[in-house]
Nanobody, 121 residues
Framework: QVQLVESGGGLVQPGGSLRLSCKVS????????IGWFRQAPGKERDWLTC???FGPRKNDTQFIVSRDKAKSTTYLEMNNLQPEDTAIYYC???????????????????WGPGTQVTVSS
């Protein structure tokens, strides 16, 4: 049974940084994709980035995804956080041998329970 658990959320001041973790268990190999999403109150769940077994799909200066295969853990480094980044952050997974991943929620099979990130002074 595949399980994902996020951690690392909390309260951070504007301009600060956080690193979220997504611990994965249950896959029979390393060939799976991890996507990161967030959902603010009253808004839709938005895609941030994703990473395959081969590397990240998209990285920018604010959201940087990385993966430690030995620990079965994927990380989301978030920089220059602002109040509008306040949301529940989710990781999601789907088994895939390809070096491709995307933003469509429906493509991901497994989801973690989420971790709250609050940006406030």
């Amino acid at each position: 049974q595949v399980q994902l658990v996020e951690s690392g959320g909390g309260l951070v001041q504007p301009g600060g940084s956080l690193r979220l973790s997504c611990k994965v268990s249950g896959f029979s190999s390393d060939y799976y994709v991890i996507g990161w999403f967030r959902q603010a109150p009253g808004k839709e769940r938005d895609w941030l980035t994703c990473i395959t077994a081969f590397g990240p799909r998209k990285n920018d200066t604010q959201f940087i995804v990385s993966r430690d295969k030995a620990k079965s853990t994927t990380y989301l480094e978030m920089n220059n956080l602002q109040p509008e980044d306040t949301a529940i952050y989710y990781c999601a997974a789907v088994e895939s041998p390809y070096d491709a991943c995307g933003r469509y929620r429906q493509w991901y099979q497994y989801w973690g329970p989420g971790t709250q990130v609050t940006v406030s002074s």
